[in-house]
């Protein structure tokens, strides 16, 4: 562990304390905020653990600042760099199967710790669901239109609000993706599927399954192990410190995966359609 003269018991301590480059806010969502905007007070980059923060104008604020101050910010948006993700959103962008159209991914379980989650409105849309709509942005080549969403709580969930939640989202191109999920089901299921001119792509037990139309089994497509998602964070963040090459998991990019958070519980909350770009500002 470290030694006792590199622990404190501040945040302002420690950046007194220690000459760095950058810092890494991986704290609860609800302390993110005041600690980015500390960090570059001081004079830092940022790299923060996801989400970025509880609210839309809270990241805004922090892009705000860094950029005036010519500093990088970035979010630790994992799940898109993991091998079988990577690997369907190259299949997809490049069509190699045609055109998407549509898709849906379910992720249902029984999560107990509600840890710092369990008492945020829309617990789950601010838990994972910003993992997942961050990874499903990156599956297409067109930005979000619309988003409707409605976050519910089961009479037996440990959380205060929204332990499941159902998310529409139609992307400028016409593709419609639907998103299932929630941390209080009794039951286990996860299932991500999307439906593409000449073949349906899903994924199965750690395994990309092809269906070609009128197919009766499936292909299995291999999927090679390449660099593990936090060396693709670390070495994408120095690079954007040292050579000005922006990330797509910069904070500038990742307002779009918290507006469509925020959008979604927005949308449950008035009972509407949310336009996406309107919304993002």
Not at 224 to 244: C, M, N, T, V
Request: charged content about 25%; some cysteine.
């Amino acid at each position: 562990g470290l030694s006792p003269e590199k622990c404190f018991s501040s945040l302002e301590e420690a950046l007194n304390k220690i000459e760095a480059d950058s810092v890494f806010v991986i704290t609860p969502p609800q302390l993110h905020h005041q600690q980015c905007l500390q960090a570059i007070k001081a004079g830092k980059h940022v790299l923060v653990e996801k989400p970025f923060t509880l609210s839309l104008k809270e990241s805004k604020e922090i892009v705000k600042r860094a950029e005036e101050k010519n500093l990088k910010v970035a979010v630790a948006q994992n799940v898109r760099y993991l091998p079988l993700q990577r690997k369907l959103g190259s299949l997809i962008k490049k069509e190699v199967y045609g055109r998407p159209s549509f898709g849906m991914q379910v992720n249902l379980s029984w999560r107990p710790g509600v840890r710092h989650s369990g008492n945020v409105r829309h617990s789950y849309l601010w838990e994972r669901s910003v993992h997942d709509f961050d990874t499903i942005r990156s599956f297409f080549n067109s930005q979000p239109k619309r988003v409707w969403g409605y976050s519910f709580n089961p009479s037996w969930s440990p959380y205060k609000h929204g332990a499941c939640n159902y998310t529409w989202i139609e992307f400028e191109d016409g593709v419609i993706f639907g998103v299932m999920a929630g941390f209080a089901a009794h039951g286990r299921k996860n299932l991500l599927e999307i439906e593409c001119e000449k073949g349906s792509l899903e994924i199965i037990d750690n395994q990309i399954h092809l269906r070609r139309p009128g197919a009766t089994g499936d292909e299995i497509l291999s999927v090679k192990e390449e660099k593990a998602p936090e060396s693709i964070l670390l070495d994408g963040f120095y690079q954007y410190i040292s050579e000005g090459i922006e990330p797509v998991f910069s904070g500038r990019e990742n307002l779009k995966t918290i507006a469509l958070v925020e959008a979604s519980g927005v949308a449950s909350d008035e009972g509407k359609i949310i336009d996406f770009k309107e919304y993002l500002g």
